[in-house]
């Protein structure tokens, strides 16, 4: 039987893994507010406050005393049916498609001949979004939080909850005065509980693979590049995930 390092850690997984994953990105994106001085350096705080959640889980498993190494390897597993892939890439599309649609209605202007530019925008910013500036906060959210709530509450209620988690670590992003980010909190919530069910179900569809849900959120967040390219906006950075 393994022994853990810290027992108050073991005793309260949940309450460790939001704790640790708050505390170290929220101090890392407080002190990048007080001290930036070009929009590079902002975004650089960032981007490594945005590893909080992996941090955090490994962290928690560390605590508890189990290993990292394999489960780490179990979560990142990419051998899944080829038509997953596919569902990684195209359901934000989709997404963001409807929102590109209520906006047309709204009276946006579609610029088509930008569409080549914004499809290299997505395929271009894939990686980075996938293993640095969203993607990479999947070993935390998806990898940790969501097989635990998921055994006590089911997979739909889970992701409510993984999806208000998720939304309350965004927050200081938008209050603290960084200038990155546009739009309303409001609008955000509801968004990213929506693209919590949707990984849910991607995870849940490949026996837990976290490298899908990986993908995932990396096309959801550099998927903004193709709906930048095909409307007259200048920015959706509050569809930043």
């Known amino acids: 039987m393994v022994s853990a390092r810290v027992p108050l850690v073991t005793a309260h997984p949940l309450a460790a893994f939001l704790g640790i994953a708050c505390a170290f990105s929220w101090s890392t994106w407080f002190l990048g507010s007080l001290i930036q001085s070009t929009r590079t350096l902002a975004v650089a705080t960032i981007v490594v406050g ?73 395929l271009g910013g894939l990686p980075v979004a996938t293993l640095v500036t969203g993607g990479n ?44 980010v546009e739009g309303p909190y409001v609008l955000f919530v509801p968004f990213i509980v929506l693209v919590s069910v949707v990984l849910t179900w991607l995870y849940n569809s490949t026996e837990g693979s976290v490298f899908l849900a990986m993908i995932t959120h990396g096309a959801v967040n550099s998927a903004t590049g193709l709906f930048v390219g095909l409307l007259a906006v200048e920015s959706v950075d509050a569809f930043i995930l």
């Open 50 to 122: 945005g590893f909080g959640p992996a941090l955090a889980a490994v962290a928690v498993r560390w605590a508890a005393g189990r290993t990292v190494r394999t489960w780490l390897a179990t979560r990142l597993r990419w051998r899944v049916a080829p038509r997953w892939y596919a569902a990684a890439l195209l359901v934000p599309v989709l997404i963001y498609g409807i929102g590109a649609a209520a906006l047309v209605a709204a009276g946006a202007t579609v610029r088509v001949d930008r569409f080549g530019w914004g499809v290299l925008a997505f």
């Open 137 to 180: 906060e999947e070993i935390g959210w998806r990898g940790f939080l969501l097989p635990r709530l998921q055994r006590r509450h089911g997979a739909f209620r889970a992701s409510i909850l993984v999806g208000l988690a998720w939304a309350g670590w965004h927050l200081p992003v938008y209050v603290l005065p960084f200038g990155l």
